[in-house]
């Protein structure tokens, strides 16, 4: 599973950690990373679900890297463009008016789209 190995390094977690989280040994992480040995259908989901990529993506039949919870609808797709038609005015008044939304809605300043959970992304 060449992919694993590039996701878990990339985002800093060690092969014990991942094994803890799958109930594996590091072993078996190993063996993953290395093309040795596959992981069944359950563990595969898993880890789809652990790094937030899509089940294509990890195995390899894709190279589409968003995440499911970033893919945009169809209305997140009509406001981009909608957005986009607009002038320098028009958008600074769009983000003055998210800003304030996002701030009464969530006593937050701003979103780290790093850090972000699943559940903020929904």
């Known amino acids: 599973m060449e992919k694993l190995r590039e996701l878990r390094e990339s985002t800093g977690i060690t092969q014990d950690v ?8 590091r072993n078996t992480i190993s063996r993953y990373e290395n ?5 069944d259908i ?7 679900d652990y790094f937030d990529v899509t ?3 990890l195995t390899g039949r894709s190279c589409d890297q968003i995440p499911p919870s970033f893919r945009l609808t169809p209305s997140e797709y009509a406001l981009i463009v909608k957005y986009r ?4 005015r028009g958008r600074s008044n769009i983000v003055a008016s ?3 939304e996002f ?3 969530t006593g937050k300043q701003h979103v780290d789209s790093l850090t972000m959970t699943k559940s903020d992304r929904k």
């Open 55 to 57: 089940l294509d993506y």
């Open 85 to 88: 038609a607009l002038d320098e």
């Open 35 to 39: 093309g040795e040995r596959e992981p």
């Open 103 to 105: 701030k009464s809605a």
């Open 98 to 100: 998210l800003e304030h």
């Open 18 to 25: 991942l094994a803890a989280y799958l109930n594996v040994g």
């Open 42 to 48: 359950h563990i595969t989901q898993k880890l789809a």
